[in-house]
Protein backbone atom coordinates (compact mmCIF):
# COMPACT_ATOMS: atom_id res chain seq x y z
CA UNK A 1 0.00 0.00 0.00
CA UNK A 2 1.24 3.66 -0.71
CA UNK A 3 3.65 2.24 -2.97
CA UNK A 4 5.59 -0.10 -0.45
CA UNK A 5 5.18 -3.81 -1.12
CA UNK A 6 3.25 -5.32 1.62
CA UNK A 7 2.67 -8.95 0.13
CA UNK A 8 5.21 -11.17 -2.02
CA UNK A 9 4.07 -14.36 -3.05
CA UNK A 10 6.92 -16.96 -4.80
CA UNK A 11 6.50 -20.00 -7.10
CA UNK A 12 5.31 -20.23 -10.25
CA UNK A 13 1.47 -20.73 -11.21
CA UNK A 14 0.52 -24.64 -10.43
CA UNK A 15 2.95 -25.36 -7.83
CA UNK A 16 3.18 -25.18 -4.17
CA UNK A 17 4.23 -21.48 -3.69
CA UNK A 18 4.70 -19.14 -0.83
CA UNK A 19 3.27 -15.80 0.80
CA UNK A 20 5.40 -13.70 2.40
CA UNK A 21 3.54 -10.93 4.23
CA UNK A 22 5.73 -8.10 5.30
CA UNK A 23 8.62 -10.41 3.55
CA UNK A 24 10.07 -9.81 0.38
CA UNK A 25 11.60 -13.60 1.09
CA UNK A 26 9.40 -15.84 2.87
CA UNK A 27 11.08 -18.52 4.49
CA UNK A 28 7.63 -21.18 4.73
CA UNK A 29 4.51 -21.36 2.78
CA UNK A 30 3.33 -18.49 4.97
CA UNK A 31 5.83 -15.92 6.46
CA UNK A 32 4.19 -12.87 8.07
CA UNK A 33 6.61 -10.48 9.53
CA UNK A 34 4.36 -8.51 12.22
CA UNK A 35 1.28 -9.60 14.25
CA UNK A 36 -1.79 -11.39 13.01
CA UNK A 37 -5.36 -11.74 13.87
CA UNK A 38 -7.07 -14.64 13.41
CA UNK A 39 -10.64 -14.58 14.19
CA UNK A 40 -11.43 -18.77 14.11
CA UNK A 41 -9.96 -21.78 14.90
CA UNK A 42 -6.17 -22.63 13.65
CA UNK A 43 -5.22 -26.37 12.60
CA UNK A 44 -1.90 -27.06 12.69
CA UNK A 45 -0.38 -30.48 10.73
CA UNK A 46 -4.00 -32.43 10.55
CA UNK A 47 -3.37 -33.60 7.10
CA UNK A 48 -2.52 -37.38 6.46
CA UNK A 49 -0.06 -38.38 8.63
CA UNK A 50 1.30 -35.02 9.19
CA UNK A 51 2.92 -34.19 12.94
CA UNK A 52 1.11 -30.63 14.15
CA UNK A 53 3.92 -28.34 15.61
CA UNK A 54 3.36 -24.78 16.93
CA UNK A 55 6.94 -23.21 16.98
CA UNK A 56 7.17 -19.82 18.79
CA UNK A 57 11.00 -18.87 18.36
CA UNK A 58 12.53 -15.52 19.60
CA UNK A 59 14.57 -13.66 16.78
CA UNK A 60 15.54 -10.84 19.57
CA UNK A 61 16.96 -10.73 22.65
CA UNK A 62 20.15 -11.07 23.75
CA UNK A 63 23.42 -13.10 23.02
CA UNK A 64 22.87 -15.29 26.63
CA UNK A 65 18.86 -15.17 26.52
CA UNK A 66 15.94 -15.12 24.73
CA UNK A 67 12.71 -15.59 25.38
CA UNK A 68 9.09 -16.30 23.97
CA UNK A 69 5.66 -16.39 25.54
CA UNK A 70 1.80 -18.27 24.46
CA UNK A 71 -0.83 -15.75 26.29
CA UNK A 72 -4.61 -15.21 26.95
CA UNK A 73 -6.69 -12.32 27.09
CA UNK A 74 -7.83 -12.22 30.82
CA UNK A 75 -11.48 -12.12 31.66
CA UNK A 76 -10.69 -8.01 32.08
CA UNK A 77 -9.45 -7.57 28.52
CA UNK A 78 -8.27 -4.08 29.33
CA UNK A 79 -5.11 -5.81 31.78
CA UNK A 80 -1.82 -7.00 30.44
CA UNK A 81 -2.02 -10.23 28.73
CA UNK A 82 -1.63 -13.59 31.12
CA UNK A 83 0.93 -15.64 29.81
CA UNK A 84 -0.08 -19.75 29.94
CA UNK A 85 3.13 -20.73 28.79
CA UNK A 86 6.70 -19.10 28.86
CA UNK A 87 10.20 -20.12 27.52
CA UNK A 88 13.30 -18.52 29.26
CA UNK A 89 16.24 -19.75 26.54
CA UNK A 90 19.49 -19.01 28.75
CA UNK A 91 22.88 -19.63 27.58
CA UNK A 92 23.07 -22.10 30.14
CA UNK A 93 19.63 -23.20 30.61
CA UNK A 94 16.17 -23.48 29.35
CA UNK A 95 13.44 -22.46 31.94
CA UNK A 96 9.62 -23.18 31.55
CA UNK A 97 7.23 -20.93 32.70
CA UNK A 98 3.54 -21.49 33.44
CA UNK A 99 2.45 -18.13 34.32
CA UNK A 100 5.17 -14.94 33.99
CA UNK A 101 8.61 -14.78 35.75
CA UNK A 102 8.77 -10.65 34.43
CA UNK A 103 6.29 -7.89 34.79
CA UNK A 104 6.08 -8.22 31.01
CA UNK A 105 3.30 -10.38 31.55
CA UNK A 106 0.45 -11.10 34.06
CA UNK A 107 0.25 -14.80 35.64
CA UNK A 108 -3.15 -16.52 36.55
CA UNK A 109 -4.31 -16.86 40.27
CA UNK A 110 -5.35 -20.08 39.89
CA UNK A 111 -3.43 -22.94 37.73
CA UNK A 112 -5.74 -26.36 37.40
CA UNK A 113 -5.21 -29.86 35.79
CA UNK A 114 -7.93 -31.98 34.34
CA UNK A 115 -8.08 -35.45 33.49
CA UNK A 116 -10.50 -37.41 31.36
CA UNK A 117 -11.90 -41.15 32.41
CA UNK A 118 -11.30 -41.96 28.54
CA UNK A 119 -10.17 -40.71 25.14
CA UNK A 120 -13.82 -40.49 24.06
CA UNK A 121 -15.18 -38.47 27.59
CA UNK A 122 -15.73 -35.43 27.73
CA UNK A 123 -16.43 -35.30 30.64
CA UNK A 124 -13.74 -33.55 32.77
CA UNK A 125 -12.38 -33.95 36.36
CA UNK A 126 -9.64 -31.36 38.15
CA UNK A 127 -6.63 -33.76 38.97
CA UNK A 128 -4.62 -30.61 41.01
CA UNK A 129 -5.30 -27.01 41.51
CA UNK A 130 -2.38 -24.99 42.34
CA UNK A 131 -3.62 -21.67 43.91
CA UNK A 132 -1.88 -18.13 44.22
CA UNK A 133 -1.41 -18.97 47.81
CA UNK A 134 1.21 -21.43 46.59
CA UNK A 135 -1.60 -24.52 48.22
CA UNK A 136 -0.91 -27.49 45.78
CA UNK A 137 -4.17 -29.97 45.88
CA UNK A 138 -4.41 -33.22 44.80
CA UNK A 139 -7.94 -34.25 44.23
CA UNK A 140 -8.98 -31.27 46.59
CA UNK A 141 -10.99 -28.57 44.59
CA UNK A 142 -10.18 -26.42 47.62
CA UNK A 143 -6.60 -26.96 49.27
CA UNK A 144 -6.59 -26.61 52.70
CA UNK A 145 -4.55 -23.10 53.37
CA UNK A 146 -3.08 -23.79 56.59
CA UNK A 147 -1.05 -26.02 54.22
CA UNK A 148 1.46 -26.00 51.27
CA UNK A 149 0.23 -30.05 49.52
CA UNK A 150 -3.19 -30.90 50.21
CA UNK A 151 -3.96 -34.47 48.72
CA UNK A 152 -7.58 -36.17 49.36
CA UNK A 153 -8.15 -39.76 48.34
CA UNK A 154 -11.49 -40.89 46.37
CA UNK A 155 -12.47 -43.50 48.84
CA UNK A 156 -11.60 -47.20 48.76
CA UNK A 157 -9.14 -47.53 51.57
CA UNK A 158 -6.37 -47.44 49.17
CA UNK A 159 -2.95 -45.76 49.85
CA UNK A 160 -3.41 -41.56 49.54
CA UNK A 161 0.54 -41.19 49.17
CA UNK A 162 3.69 -43.90 48.30
CA UNK A 163 7.01 -43.53 48.94
CA UNK A 164 9.35 -46.22 46.31
CA UNK A 165 12.87 -46.44 45.99
CA UNK A 166 13.68 -49.72 43.32
CA UNK A 167 17.91 -48.42 43.66
CA UNK A 168 18.88 -48.00 47.59
CA UNK A 169 16.38 -47.92 50.84
CA UNK A 170 13.19 -45.48 50.43
CA UNK A 171 12.97 -42.51 53.38
CA UNK A 172 10.71 -39.70 54.14
CA UNK A 173 12.77 -36.61 55.22
CA UNK A 174 11.34 -34.21 57.83
CA UNK A 175 13.77 -31.64 58.44
CA UNK A 176 14.25 -28.86 60.62
CA UNK A 177 16.13 -25.70 59.40
CA UNK A 178 17.61 -25.03 62.64
CA UNK A 179 18.63 -26.78 65.89
CA UNK A 180 16.17 -25.21 68.38
CA UNK A 181 13.12 -26.27 66.03
CA UNK A 182 11.09 -29.51 66.06
CA UNK A 183 10.39 -32.65 63.35
CA UNK A 184 6.41 -33.31 64.03
CA UNK A 185 4.77 -35.56 62.44
CA UNK A 186 1.21 -35.37 63.14
CA UNK A 187 -2.38 -37.15 63.05
CA UNK A 188 -5.55 -35.55 62.72
CA UNK A 189 -9.42 -35.98 62.68
CA UNK A 190 -12.04 -33.46 62.37
CA UNK A 191 -11.87 -32.82 66.27
CA UNK A 192 -7.87 -31.55 66.15
CA UNK A 193 -5.08 -31.69 63.48
CA UNK A 194 -2.68 -32.55 65.82
CA UNK A 195 -4.47 -35.33 68.32
CA UNK A 196 -1.59 -37.47 67.80
CA UNK A 197 1.85 -36.74 67.31
CA UNK A 198 5.53 -38.02 67.17
CA UNK A 199 7.50 -34.85 67.79
CA UNK A 200 11.63 -34.43 67.69
CA UNK A 201 13.14 -32.03 69.71
CA UNK A 202 16.69 -31.23 67.89
CA UNK A 203 17.58 -29.03 70.69
CA UNK A 204 17.52 -31.84 73.42
CA UNK A 205 17.27 -34.54 70.84
CA UNK A 206 14.33 -36.55 72.20
CA UNK A 207 11.35 -38.02 71.09
CA UNK A 208 8.01 -37.89 72.43
CA UNK A 209 4.97 -39.65 71.09
CA UNK A 210 1.15 -37.92 71.80
CA UNK A 211 -1.79 -39.72 72.44
CA UNK A 212 -5.01 -38.09 72.81
CA UNK A 213 -3.50 -34.47 72.70
CA UNK A 214 -1.17 -35.66 75.86
CA UNK A 215 2.39 -36.91 75.86
CA UNK A 216 2.13 -40.54 76.46
CA UNK A 217 5.61 -41.24 75.90
CA UNK A 218 9.60 -39.55 75.53
CA UNK A 219 12.54 -41.04 74.98
CA UNK A 220 15.58 -39.00 75.76
CA UNK A 221 18.65 -38.41 74.33
CA UNK A 222 20.71 -41.06 76.58
CA UNK A 223 18.13 -43.85 75.55
CA UNK A 224 16.06 -43.46 78.64
CA UNK A 225 12.14 -44.17 78.22
CA UNK A 226 9.67 -42.31 80.23
CA UNK A 227 5.81 -43.45 80.16
CA UNK A 228 3.28 -40.67 81.28
CA UNK A 229 6.91 -39.08 82.65
CA UNK A 230 8.96 -36.62 80.91
CA UNK A 231 12.09 -36.49 83.54
CA UNK A 232 12.85 -39.92 83.80
CA UNK A 233 15.69 -40.98 85.63
CA UNK A 234 15.78 -44.83 84.85
CA UNK A 235 16.67 -46.59 81.72
CA UNK A 236 12.28 -47.31 81.45
CA UNK A 237 10.08 -45.39 83.87
Known sequence: SSGTESMTISGSLGSLGSVGIGSATPTARLDVNGGAVING???VGRGGNQKGKLTIQSRTGTAS??????????YNDTSESICMIGMDGQAGNNEMHI???TSDFMSPTFIDFFTASDINSQTNSRAMRITSGQQVGIGADSPATNAKLHVKGNGGGQAIAVFEDDTVNANVLISATDSNRNSILNFGDAASTEIGQVDYDHNDNSMRFVVNA????RIKSDGTVGIGCSDQEATLQ
Open 41 to 43: DTI
Open 65 to 74: RKTNAIVAVP
Open 99 to 101: GSN
Open 214 to 217: SEAV
